[in-house]
Nanobody
Framework: QVQLVESGGGLVQPGGSLRLSCAAS????????MGWYRQAPGKQREFVAV???????NSADSVKGRFTISRNNAKNTVYLQMNSLKPEDTAVYYC???????????????WGQGTQVTVSS
């Protein structure tokens, strides 16, 4: 069994900061890319940022310069540092990872349960 558990969401004022964490646990042989997606009310889930096992990153234009993705491979954890938050960043943020479990020859997509981020004064 493999699971992703997020933490760090909450309510923050515009211009504020939050740091999300997502820890992968279970029968993990290898973790490939890890990333974050978000879904605002009434909208489709959208890509936020991704980081490869080697540390290469990419992010959506809407968050470039404000959000930073990083990971600690020893802890199987990915982070999303969110600065200069705007009301339009309000959404449920989901962690995603491509993981090869022990005993399997392919990697699979895994998702966290989501954590709410609300940016409001």
């Amino acid at each position: 069994q493999v699971q992703l558990v997020e933490s760090g969401g909450g309510l923050v004022q515009p211009g504020g900061s939050l740091r999300l964490s997502c820890a992968a646990s279970g029968s993990i042989f290898r973790i490939y890319a890890m990333g974050w997606y978000r879904q605002a009310p009434g909208k489709q889930r959208e890509f936020v940022a991704v980081i490869t096992s080697g540390g290469s990153t990419n992010s959506a234009d809407s968050v470039k310069g404000r959000f930073t993705i990083s990971r600690n491979n020893a802890k199987n954890t990915v982070y999303l540092q969110m600065n200069s938050l705007k009301p339009e960043d309000t959404a449920v943020y989901y962690c995603h990872a491509e993981i090869r479990p022990y005993g399997k020859i392919y990697e699979y997509d895994y998702w966290g349960q989501g954590t709410q981020v609300t940016v409001s004064s």
